[in-house]
Each structure stands twice: as C-alpha cells, then as structure tokens.
C-alpha cells in the first residue's frame, strides 16, 4: 500500500519512474537485526522482471523480514535494496507505488462485504468510474468472487478470504507482488486456485516473490531461494535445487543440516 514521502523534498512520481533494464529486485549485502538479535545476513542477490520466485526454509530462517525489507515495511540495518531500479529506502514513496504487498495475516474488514473491501482499497488508490467497474470486474472475475460480492468477507471460507487479499492486492496494478505464505493453512483445492491466479499474473509479466510453506507450489516457480539462520543457503530453479536426490524436501534437509553443525548433531546424534 501507498505511503507518504519521508523526504518532503523527493515528490512521488508514477510507477514508469522505474528503470525498465534494472531487475525488479536487488540486494547488495542487505542485513537485519533486531537488538542484537540477527535475522538477515549479508544477503546479496538479483530477481528479473517477469521472475516468480519462491522463499522457502525453516522456521524463523528470516524469510518473513526479507520479504518485509523488500517491501519497505521495514528498513535493513546495513546494505541496499533496489525495486525497479529505485533505491528501497531513499525512495521509498515511489517504491511502494511497484509493490502489492500480501502479509501472512491480510487485513480485510470483515465486516464489510467482498465488494466493499475492494471498494475501499480503490479509494485509497484513487480509482473510480469506467475503470473501478473494470478492475471490479477483472480481480473479483478470476478470483471467482463476483458471485460472492454482496457477501461479509468475515463469512468467507479461509481460501476465498486468501484470494478477496490477492484481489485487493492486485487492485492498484502492480509491477512486483510479495506473498508471505499467502496459501498457509487453506485447503488443497483453493491453494491450487490461488496458484491458478498467480499463474495468470506471471503469464502478464508480473514479477512475484512469494514464501511458502509447501514444496509443491514451490515447484510451480521459475526459481527457489533456500533460507536458513538468515543465510541464503542455495538458489536456482526447482530441478537445480533438487539435483542428486530424491525429492525436494530431501534436498532442503540435506542442505540445512550441512550448515546447521548444532541441527544436525540434534539430528543424527553423537
């Protein structure tokens, strides 16, 4: 979502102010802390436009403050981000405007109706007329919401709540869309429709960073991104990740516990 320039003296501009042959995302040696606490290290890499690319690792690997930093929701504490082209903290207002930002717990107002929460969100970015009813149209249309718009979202089954969050994501147009385990939780089928959906935006020339929880639906991206104590431990695409094993989650295991000397002694034993 939009925020306000912190530098009263940078206006926002539009979207096309990104740099059309920069990646959609660059970090250069981008960390986090929390207190003395670390929860990013030393990260470093590039995502392309067009890119899906999935975040997957162990419990508190630090994948939710990556994709929190890339946002802009928070600020590393040393490194650089860039989205478009554009510095992520320098130029933050701006950077907003390329980003649909999905967090694990979406804030939808349950008590108002699937179109109204559209609604809103189209008044935050200021659309209204011929091109609402569009939009209305598009992201309540695929998501399979239309018949369902007079209905409370607080009403909604657990999938159709994940995908009126996507639709009010997608609601502005981004150019990059980040999902924190946006299918955590919801039933097979309806993680398949939310797929389904992410799909037809990678097929428009989205760029999606997206954290998952299952290895299947890591295998519906380009590319994987192996997290682990804040450290990128490997990347690079599904069958690359899983070369010389038996399956994914054989591959992650084996990768984690080779940099893990403390798991894997808890793992095997003495």
Same mark, same amino acid.
């Given at each position: 979502m939009p925020g306000s320039s912190e530098n009263p003296c940078s206006p926002d501009l539009p979207p096309e102010t990104s740099k059309p042959n920069a990646p959609m995302i660059q970090l250069d040696g981008? +960390?986090?802390k929390f207190g003395d606490l670390p929860a990013?290290?030393?990260?470093?890499?590039?995502?392309g436009r067009g890119e899906t690319v999935g975040l997957v690792g162990s419990d508190g690997a630090g994948k939710t403050t990556l994709l929190r930093m890339v946002a802009g929701m928070i600020?590393? +504490?040393e490194g650089r981000i860039y989205v478009g082209g554009l510095d992520a903290v320098g130029q933050r207002a701006r950077v907003k405007e390329l980003i649909g930002y999905m967090p694990q717990r979406f804030g939808l107002y349950p008590d108002l109706s699937v179109r109204e929460n559209l609604d809103f969100f189209m008044d935050i970015f200021s659309i209204y007329g011929q091109e609402r009813v569009r939009r209305r149209q598009r992201y309540l249309g695929f998501s399979n919401l239309l018949p369902f718009e007079d209905r409370r979202a607080g009403d909604l089954s657990g999938g159709m709540k994940q995908k009126l969050g996507l639709a009010c994501v997608l609601v502005h147009q981004p150019q990059l869309l980040i999902l924190d385990e946006p299918t955590n939780g919801v039933d097979p089928v309806s993680r398949q429709e939310f797929w389904d959906i992410l799909a037809q935006m990678h097929a428009d020339g989205m760029t999606i960073f997206v954290s998952t929880a299952y290895l299947d639906e890591g295998e519906k991206c380009d590319r994987l991104?192996?997290?682990h104590n804040g450290r990128t431990l490997a990347s690079g695409t599904p069958a690359q990740i899983q070369?010389?094993?038996?399956?994914l989650e054989e591959a992650m295991i084996h990768r984690i516990l080779a940099?893990?000397?403390t798991l894997a002694e808890e793992h095997f034993g003495n």
């Open positions: 981008v +960390s986090k990013v290290c030393d990260t470093t890499f590039s995502i600020l590393p +504490s991104m192996l997290m070369a010389g094993f038996g399956n940099a893990d000397s």
